[in-house]
């Protein structure tokens, strides 16, 4: 009971702030002359560590009748990946719109005020041209369960409000909730089938408080908005309320077979994301974390509908851009692995949709592949917001009216082995196109990998190595390492982490 108190009165604490801060910035900033923007609204919404796991996505299993309603509304990206598979470097790259290499953020608990400070991120820009810039939850990178609540490692230049819900997943439940390494809930798999309903938990506050900030945009239409919603499932502890485990029964939650035989040709830093526990697990205990994830992409997929039926009801969808995605993939035992950072399909490849004005072949797929990075050229364009002209990602909005025009031709992914200590940092980059997916790990010195999708879509057969193929694999190669150089900033150096940018530690409660 008291504990039920303290999320009441801590979230109307939250609210209250909330509300006196929303009047200052209102009366501070310079209302315009004339009423009414009519430029269109952005309503940005990423999930944590979702992968392609849902009904439009073509998933046999996954309910998530929301999101898919959504791309019935707009175009839906089927070849859309994250330029680095990690929460902190995919994030700072995609509101950034550089390649990591450009941000200088390889790592989690970074931000790119610390390497390029002057950076206008795309929130900011929308700011700078007047509209109101807000956050909930999760945008840049937090520590998930331990951060929620606090700012994380947020950039407050991006936003005049910011909010932060933190429901009982976070506040009450950690005691109940089964994890492979005790005492740790974030980094490793664990998971809870929750006893308490859905507004209790942080993803259902997450959506109330975007209800409340609607509500006050459709009041006072002086300045379009961008509101940007950060949803925490379902990274990890996949705790979500018990209702939603009951549609993925957990003997029919499917296991990966064959991965002793799978594993043989792929190079060492390619399997580089295994963890050590990941071996606790068994069948039975890898099927209950598959059936906790899906719960968890159904419950947040209910969050987003109730978002998405508050701008339907404030009369808000028409001119309200609705970008719906998120900052990587993620294994559920494929290759053996689990979780993120691995270059393979289901861990570069994300979620994608953009809907409303600017979209005019509703309900279409594009095929052709594009990364988080373009969505800021994209959204800025739409919205008539100027951008930094070192912007590295493409203008998606000629897409967004033929869904078969074709971008750049490829995306690329990259990320880090080894640590700071001996051998040093390795890296390794893959790039996806129509067809193939092509990976070097160390300039190929630490392997090459060649994966066709026309005839191996699961990635199993690795050819870089057989002599058919040795043609496309130097094609391939050259394309890679051209599309490398792109992702540096002019100086063609990865701009270093200077110490005493960032002073304040706002992570931990
Ligand atoms: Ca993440
Ligand atoms: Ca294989």
């Known amino acids: 009971m008291l504990a039920k108190r303290f999320l009441f009165h801590r979230s109307r604490a939250v609210l209250m702030f909330a509300m006196t801060f929303f009047w200052l910035v209102g009366s501070i900033i ?15 919404i990423i999930s944590d560590d979702l992968n392609n796991s849902l009904g439009c996505y073509g998933h046999p299993q996954v309910k998530s009748p929301n999101i898919d309603r959504l791309a019935e509304r707009g175009v839906r ?7 680095y598979p990690l929460c902190g470097p995919s994030r700072n790259s995609m509101l950034c719109g550089l390649y990591p290499n450009s941000t200088g953020i390889h790592r989690n608990s970074q931000i790119f005020r610390q390497t390029i400070p002057s950076h206008h991120s795309m929130s900011q820009a929308f700011r700078l041209e007047g509209y109101f810039a807000a956050r909930i939850g999760k945008l840049y990178h937090y520590n998930v369960p331990k951060s929620v609540g606090t700012n994380g490692h947020d950039d407050p230049g991006s936003w005049e409000l910011e909010l932060n819900p933190a429901g009982c997943d976070r506040l009450l439940e950690e005691p109940d909730i089964f994890t492979l390494r005790p005492g740790s809930f974030g980094g490793t798999l664990s998971w809870y089938a929750s006893p308490r309903e859905d507004k209790l938990h942080t993803d259902g506050m997450l959506a109330k408080d975007a209800q409340w900030v609607l509500e006050r945009c459709a009041r006072d239409k002086d300045r379009p908005f961008f509101l940007a919603l950060g949803f925490y499932r379902p990274h990890t502890p996949y705790v979500a309320p018990k209702p939603y485990f009951k549609h993925y029964p957990v003997d029919e939650m499917p296991l990966i077979e064959g991965v002793e035989e799978d594993i043989k040709d792929i190079p060492k830093d390619g399997l580089g994301s295994h963890k050590k526990e990941h071996e606790l697990l068994n069948d039975d205990l890898r099927q209950q974390a598959i059936q906790a994830y899906f719960a968890s992409i159904t419950f947040m997929d209910a969050q987003v509908g109730h978002v998405l039926d508050t701008l339907e009801e404030l009369g808000l969808a028409e001119n309200t851009i609705v970008v719906f995605t998120s900052d990587h993939g993620y294994h559920l035992g494929e290759h053996g692995l689990w979780q993120k950072q691995s270059l393979f399909e289901e861990s570069a490849r994300v979620p994608l949709i953009i809907a409303g004005p600017g979209v005019k072949d509703v309900g279409s797929v594009a095929e052709t592949p594009v990364g988080l990075i373009d969505l800021y050229p994209t959204l800025a364009k739409i919205c008539d917001v100027p951008t930094p002209d ?12 033929d869904a078969s025009q074709a971008a750049r031709g490829w995306a690329i992914s990259q990320v880090v082995r080894g640590g700071r200590g001996k051998g040093g940092s390795r890296f390794g980059y893959s790039i996806r196109t129509p067809r193939w997916r092509y990976t070097e790990w160390s300039n190929g010195e630490g392997g090459r990998e060649l994966y066709d999708h026309q005839k191996d879509p699961l990635e199993q057969k690795n050819l870089a190595q057989g002599r058919l193929y040795g043609e496309i694999v130097a094609d391939l190669s050259k394309t890679l390492n051209e599309a490398i150089a792109t992702t540096f900033p002019e100086s063609g150096e990865i701009p270093p982490i200077k110490q005493g940018l960032w002073a304040p530690n706002l992570t931990d409660p």
Not at 77 to 83: D, E, M, S
Not at 390 to 401: C, K, R
């Open 30 to 44: 310079p209302q315009p002359a004339n009423a009414a923007d009519a430029r269109p609204n952005v309503l940005f």
């Open 390 to 401: 070192n912007l590295q990602g493409q203008d998606l909005s000629p897409i967004l009216t």
């Open 77 to 83: 990206f089927n070849k859309a990946y994250c330029q």
